[in-house]
């Protein structure tokens, strides 16, 4: 499985970004898609989460409210809207996806894992 990551960028607190996963290859052994964040000199975290199926999801607590994931069938795309951005949020995004079922924010839970693509939030 190969995942391309984009959208990422440069804005101004408050500012939106909308950031897009598309997974390619042998993408029936997926059974979640993820994103996470490493600021700089932090900790790759878990941001938020989502089932091949989309039924569920899950969000790390101090983004909740502002960023909601979506999976796209039609597009096989998966989509992390990231709104009201805090100077906080800067950091390199992955996306990630799993084989095993359902979720940990442990990063060797993930199987797979893009190249990642930068969030930067001005104040």
């Known amino acids: 499985v190969q995942l391309q990551a984009s959208g990422g960028g440069l804005v101004q607190a408050g500012g939106s970004l909308r950031l897009s996963c598309a997974p390619s290859?042998?993408?029936?052994?997926?059974?979640?898609m993820g994103w996470f964040r490493q600021g700089p000199g932090k900790e790759r975290e878990s941001v938020a989460a989502?089932?091949?199926?989309?039924?569920?999801?899950y969000y790390l607590d101090s983004v909740k409210g502002r960023f909601t994931i979506s999976r796209d069938n039609t597009k096989n795309t998966v989509y992390l809207q990231v709104n009201s951005l805090k100077p906080e949020d800067t950091a390199v995004y992955y996306c990630?996806?799993?084989?095993?079922?359902?979720?940990?924010?442990?990063?060797?839970?993930?199987?797979?894992w893009g190249q990642g693509t930068l969030v930067t939030v001005s104040s």
């Open positions: 290859g042998r993408t029936f052994s997926i059974n979640g």
């Open positions: 989502i089932t091949w199926s989309g039924s569920r999801t």
């Open positions: 990630a996806a799993a084989k095993k079922d359902w979720y940990s924010p442990s990063v060797g839970f993930w199987d797979y």
